[in-house]
C-alpha cells in the first residue's frame, strides 16, 4: 500500500483554516458579551470592546468608593451613642 504524503500547504492551509474558526469564535462571544456588539462590524467591535471595558471599570471604581463610605458610615453610627433629644 502506498503512503500518501502531505504537501507542506496542506498544513499551513488547516492551521490557516483552524485560526480564522477560532477568531471567527473569539468574535462572536465579544458580539454576545458587548452591548450593540450585534449591531457593528468586526474591527468596530474591537472598538466598542475597548470602550465597554472603560466604563466597567468605572463603574468599579464607583462601586468601590461607595462601598468604602457606607462602611464608615455605619463604622460612624456603632461608635457614636444615640443621641435622644431631651
Known sequence: MEE???????GRR???RRAAETMDR???E???LVP???AVPA???LLRTTDYIVRLRARIELLRALSDLVAVTN???VAM???TPS
Open 14 to 16: 488547516r492551521r490557516r
Open 30 to 32: 465579544l458580539r454576545r
Open 81 to 83: 451613642p444615640a443621641v
Open 26 to 28: 473569539k468574535v462572536r
Open 75 to 77: 463604622h460612624m453610627a
Open 4 to 10: 500518501r504524503r502531505r504537501s507542506p500547504c496542506q
Open 43 to 45: 474591527d468596530r467591535l
Open 36 to 38: 450593540g456588539g450585534n
